[in-house]
Nanobody, 125 residues
Framework: QVQLVESGGGLVQAGGSLRLSCAAS????????MAWSRQTPGKEREFVAA????????SYVDSVKGRFTISRDNAKKTLYLQMISLKPEDTAVYYC??????????????????WGQGTQVTVSS
């Protein structure tokens, strides 16, 4: 099974940018559909973006369209989330997740079997 480790979070001012990474090990990374989700205290984990196994298909929650870009490098076994024009409401712990069954990205969090430990993103106003 795959293990996932996120990195790249931090503190940034509103309007700034960050790039999150998710390094995978222990599995065939290219056989997993991948996603990013985020969670703030007291709220449910929210789907952010997902990408198909080969990277040709992506899906985004409306609130990040045009600002976030999900991508992957299967040779490096790494998933990315490029975030620009960050807003205070983007503040959350960001998690990457892997789905071994579906070819197409899904927004349904319950379809993802493997999760990382999360990385904190804080956007100050």
């Amino acid at each position: 099974q795959v293990q996932l480790v996120e990195s790249g979070g931090g503190l940034v001012q509103a309007g700034g940018s960050l790039r999150l990474s998710c390094a995978a090990s222990g599995g065939t990374f290219s056989s997993y559909t991948m996603a990013w989700s985020r969670q703030t205290p007291g709220k449910e984990r929210e789907f952010v973006a997902a990408i198909s196994r080969g990277g040709g298909s992506t899906s985004y929650v409306d609130s990040v369209k045009g600002r976030f870009t999900i991508s992957r490098d299967n040779a490096k076994k790494t998933l990315y989330l490029q975030m620009i024009s960050l807003k205070p409401e983007d503040t959350a712990v960001y998690y990457c997740a892997a789905d071994r069954y579906r070819r197409s990205p899904t927004r349904n969090k319950s379809e993802y079997q493997y999760w990382g430990q999360g990385t904190q993103v804080t956007v100050s106003s």
